[in-house]
């Protein structure tokens, strides 16, 4: 099945114009106290949920905008729009 | 060598029949059997800049107005201008003012020699087009002139459509240098069948006169 992706600033476009950028993983973690073990964790390991997870995706062949989806990894369908970082600073 | 000399990505298999030099660039105003279109128009000499700022409301580069819609372009004293994102808008000088130079102010950057700049011109652009790209260019709910941030033959590029009126349909594309000859190659191939032909400026300039 074809996925379909929603830009923020291009609108819906092919799945093939666009580059994943992992699962969102929350934020970078604080630098204090953080042992490597932790480190390891917050980089290399996934959840991989199979069903919606929130992940991340370039426009490569478009905008070049970064931004969050809800994807469904068991149907392959987005799910809920996510805007940009930048427009959310915009608010 | 006293001067510099500015090479356009753009070549055509086509006898140039008037040429002019401006800028350090050689500009073909036309060519040997143009046909009667659609024609495919280098225009990489054209000066071209990506502008940027926090606060693009608040700025008028060349003095024109920055559209405020994501993807929207406006055509205003011969400057095109597409809004790319909140921050970014790129500025196309098209009619005239091929001397612009880059304005001694923050926030420019001269893109002008570093990609690539061509027109695709008549009535059967979009069944070209058609053929390159999945982008909707006839979709009812964009008014032109719009802009495109997308693939056009597998390459990364702005398309800016001008106009979807019948023979005058016309959309301007730009994408890094490197692929110029790739990319004609690309479209004069798609186009062949349509009887697609290089043409000189003076067709551009005839063209974006009537719009």
Known sequence: MALIITCPVCGKRNGYEFKFGGEEKGP???????????????????????????????????????????????????????????????? | MKDIQRVSPVVFKATPLKTEKRNNWEVVMEYSGEGEGPYLVDLSHKPRFDFQDADLAARKPFGIRIPEIYGGSALENGVLANRMNRTQVSLYCIDGQDNTVIPDEPGFTDVTESTMFVALIGKEVFSICEKLTALDFLDPQRKTPFLFQGPFSHVPCQMVTLSRDGDSSGIVLTCSRGYGRDMIHAVINAGEEFNLKPAGENRFTKWIKSL
């Not at chain 1, 917050?42 to 989806?69: L, P, R």
């Open chain 1, 28 to 91: 970078r973690p604080d630098e204090t106290d953080l042992t490597p073990k932790a480190w390891c964790d917050y980089v290399h390991m996934n959840h991989c949920v199979a069903g919606v997870q929130k992940e991340w995706w370039c426009h490569k062949d478009g905008c070049g905008s970064w931004f969050t989806i809800y994807r469904d990894t068991t149907t392959n369908l987005e799910r809920q729009v996510q805007k940009a970082d930048h427009q959310e600073a915009e608010k």
